[in-house]
Nanobody, 125 residues
Framework: QVQLVESGGGLVQAGGSLRLSCAAS????????MGWFRQAPGKEREFVAV????????VYTDSVKGRFTISRDTAKNTVTLQMNRLKPEDSAVYYC??????????????????WGQGTQVTVSS
């Protein structure tokens, strides 16, 4: 059974940094992608970033480009989202997810088949 466990959320001031981690188990992730999504109160869950497990190729949503970096450690089966220059609008519950990446990297919720429980990120102004 695939399990994804996020950690690293918390409260930070605007301009600060946080590092989220996702510990993954239960599947051979070759051929899959690991993504981060977020959901703020009253809003739909949105795509943040995704990385292809095999080669580390990553894609970001425009609002986090240049501030967030997604990476993976294939030996430890972990995915990390380094978030710098945080803004209040980055506040949300952040979810780690995994899904097939046979051709294109997935960026929609329905393309992912397993999700973590989420971790809260709050950025104060």
């Amino acid at each position: 059974q695939v399990q994804l466990v996020e950690s690293g959320g918390g409260l930070v001031q605007a301009g600060g940094s946080l590092r989220l981690s996702c510990a993954a188990s239960g599947r051979t992730f070759s051929g899959y992608a690991m993504g981060w999504f977020r959901q703020a109160p009253g809003k739909e869950r949105e795509f943040v970033a995704v990385i292809r497990w095999n080669n580390g190729f990553a894609v970001y949503t425009d609002s986090v480009k240049g501030r967030f970096t997604i990476s993976r450690d294939t030996a430890k089966n972990t995915v990390t989202l380094q978030m710098n220059r945080l803004k209040p609008e980055d506040s949300a519950v952040y979810y780690c997810a995994t899904g097939p990446a046979w051709i294109n990297l997935p960026s929609r919720e329905e393309q992912y088949d397993y999700w973590g429980q989420g971790t809260q990120v709050t950025v104060s102004s």
